[in-house]
């Protein structure tokens, strides 16, 4: 079961009065945090849609391993317009796809795993905390294909809502302990709201695999930028979605291959387009074998991380002070 996600971020913000996609929440900006969170649960084909300022989105979120699609219209469209852009595009080759707006960043890696693990239940899977409804989506191939061509009212609720009510496919809740799911950032009390979340968060492991030969050659990016070429069929096009130059493309491409010494990509030349190319049968098989090594390290540090951090001694340490002193004799 393949399952991708698209997140929006080509709204100009206008309620917010600042240009959300970039703002920071800690260390990370909102765009940052939904992609993490769809990473860490194991969701690898993502693809956000930009429109405003989408330059500098793209250059901030250079290296983070998704692919990026333009709304030229973002001005005058809405966000469903936005949404089906990247539906569109992930719906030929995922099973599943997330649908998540880029103001809300701070769902949890349990909330996504939650959906995924109830998939096949369902067309439509919607996470709910205290009866409100949140993000992220997640929508079967079959209901991904009727959104495409709904022309009615509402957005994106109202599209899944009429598939339901069609009787063309099914509709589940799913109930999460996750109020990030149900936040998002529309103003600054909003704003603020996610800040005083963020405080409440306890601290995650982050795990970025490279695989080494004579230098590391394979990570996060080469994957992204492979899946690229087996879906347009084209090099360069591939690196424009991934916001590299093409001399840059094919130098990870080349550099994969000495090292492996096999082929990753077969190309056709052809003219100023670069002709056509697609991934070897050994470069398939390669990613799907890097995406498992990746799952697993990922559920084994989360695992062990749970072990030590939050479970064990220095959590105690922590909440104690860390030295037997309390917080009384500190503060004086």
Sequence with gaps: MHIGAVIVAAGMSTRMKDFKQ????????????????????????IVMVTGYRNEEVEKALKGTGIAFLLNPDYATTRMFESAKIGLRYLSDRCDFIFFCPVDVPFFTMETVKREMDTAEEADVIVPYCHERPGHPILLSKRAVQYILSYQGGHGMRGAYDAFANDHI?????????DAG???????KDDYENLLK????????PEIRLRICKEKPFFGPGTVTLLRQIQTTGNVREACERCNMSYSKGWQIIHSCEDELQYNVV????GGREGGSSRLTKHGQEL?????????DINEYANKRFNEIFLHGEWLKKKDSGGDGGSASDRSA
């Design 169 to 177: 496919g099914t509709l589940a809740r799913v109930y999460v302990d």
């Design 287 to 295: 990613i799907r074998l890097y995406e498992t090594l990746e799952r």
């Design 266 to 269: 077969e190309r056709e030349q």
């Design 181 to 187: 799911a149900v936040m998002d950032a529309d103003t």
């Design 22 to 45: 970039l703002m920071k929440l800690g260390d990370m900006s909102f765009s940052e945090r939904v992609i993490t969170n769809f990473q860490r649960a194991g969701v690898k084909d």
């Design 197 to 204: 979340l963020h405080s409440a968060r306890l601290l995650r």
